[in-house]
């Protein structure tokens, strides 16, 4: 139901009429019967607010919505015969995207609201979702004045944009800790299952980790102000911890540079050590809360190549009775893996025809490898089960390629001699 205000307010301005008792054509166009008992003079109020209103640019409507209010306004009850003709805008209020007009009937003088947009407690309303939208794509209130502009409608304000960006990203936050939970108990779940657990009970999974940063190093230049990482359970593929780390906070760098001290305000600088050490210090924290976040155990440490990440959390020793064991990640075990074939077929102390074969067969290679990743990956057994039987396939993968099948799995081959 639109929101329907009736004004009876008198206005400043009144033009007094007088009528007589004689004037009985006045009478009949006013559809007014005047008695004796009455007074002679009658007031015809004027409301000075009345001067129409032309909106300017463009306006983002709920169309449905505002069809329903249209059709609710045009089927309001008077004396007059009232249609939509003569309805005239007299005033707009905008609250950044969402806009509400103030409507005058010219015969009756009744006033109505039309909102752009559904009000609804249950969901975000359109500053919301807008700013949710251009934060979600990286942009920011330069990206979206812009694309208004455009567009031409009027552009949301600085002030309101930045206290629906705060907004927005207190939802977020709250949501990914409310999918990190709910992730946590589907690995619980899945290492009961397949009786993953420690002596004492706990589950025990495998992780993957890794960190991106706020900027390119190039191999040289490893300074960004900024840095993120996450680990993710290789099971359900969902993030069960993520951490930023920042060494850089705006205002309290203005303050220092003014030799004042900084004013109260939420201060993002978390880290003072070199960027490199981001990751480790992300990770680490996140193996340390395991036990009391999720009840888990991070017994297999899924990553790259980087060695200072194992050895903060090695020397971190999370867990009493455990070390955490370190595996290589896919991507950088088949790069290292054809890379060392590379090499020895450009090795010189074998014969070339070996060379010449083992380079057109390589691939092949890497391809059995990758199968035996896809094969046990999606198995229900314990995670050293599935590493010792990739291993397995790995040893076995030249003698596939070559011909020989003596030792060839059903899974992995349908060749065996």
């Excluded at 929101?3 to 007088?18: L, S």
């Excluded at 500053?127 to 949301?156: F, H, K, R, W």
């Excluded at 290492?191 to 706020?214: E, F, H, L, Q, Y």
Aim: net charge positive; aromatic share 8%.
């Amino acid at each position: 139901m639109p929101r329907i205000q009736r004004f009876g307010k008198k206005t400043k301005k009144t033009a007094h009429v007088a009528v007589n008792k004689t004037n009985k054509t006045l009478e009949s166009n006013l559809d007014v019967s005047v008695g004796d008992d009455e007074q002679n003079e009658i007031s015809i109020e004027q409301n000075c607010s009345s001067k129409e209103y032309n909106p300017k640019g463009r306006r983002i409507v709920e169309i449905g919505y505002l069809f329903e209010q249209l059709i609710q306004i045009n089927s309001h009850t008077s004396l007059f015969d009232c249609r939509m003709e003569y309805l005239i805008i007299i005033k707009e209020k905008k609250a950044g995207l969402n806009s509400t007009f103030e409507l005058l009937c010219k015969m009756c003088g009744e006033k109505f609201t039309l909102e752009t947009v559904r009000k609804d407690d249950n969901k975000m309303d359109i500053n919301q979702e807008v700013v949710a939208g251009i934060m979600s794509t990286g942009a920011g209130y330069a990206q979206i004045t812009t694309v208004l502009a455009y567009a031409d409608i009027p552009p949301i304000s600085l002030r309101l944009y930045e206290l629906t960006h705060d907004q927005v990203c207190q939802w977020w936050e709250q949501t990914a800790k409310h999918c990190m939970i709910e992730a946590g108990k589907e690995e619980v779940e899945y290492a009961k299952r397949i009786g993953n657990v420690t002596s004492d009970g706990v589950p025990m999974i495998a992780v993957i980790a890794d960190a991106c940063w706020s900027k390119r190093s190039y191999g040289t230049n490893y300074n960004a102000s900024s840095g993120a990482a996450a680990i993710v359970g290789q099971h359900s593929k969902k993030v069960l911890y993520s951490g930023v780390k920042n060494k850089y906070c705006l205002t309290c760098s203005r303050s220092a540079s003014k030799r004042k001290e900084p004013p109260e305000h939420a201060c993002c600088k978390n880290f003072s050590g070199p960027s490199t050490a981001m990751e480790a210090a992300i990770i680490t924290e996140g193996f340390k809360s395991s036990l009391a976040d999720h009840g888990l155990i991070y017994s297999h440490l899924i990553a790259d190549g980087d060695a200072s990440t194992y050895a903060c959390i090695r020397n971190a020793r999370p867990y009493e009775n455990l070390t955490v064991a370190k595996v290589e990640c896919k991507n950088h075990l088949l790069r290292n893996y054809c890379k060392a074939l590379l090499a020895l077929s450009t090795n010189t102390f074998y014969h070339i025809k070996g060379r010449k074969l083992l380079k057109e067969k390589y691939l092949k290679l890497r391809w059995g490898v990758d199968s035996s990743l896809k094969y046990w990956s999606g198995r229900d057994i314990p995670f050293t089960e599935k590493l010792t039987n990739i291993k397995m396939d790995i040893q076995n993968g030249h003698y596939h390629i070559f011909g020989d099948h003596s030792n060839c799995k059903p899974y992995f081959c349908k060749k065996k001699q």
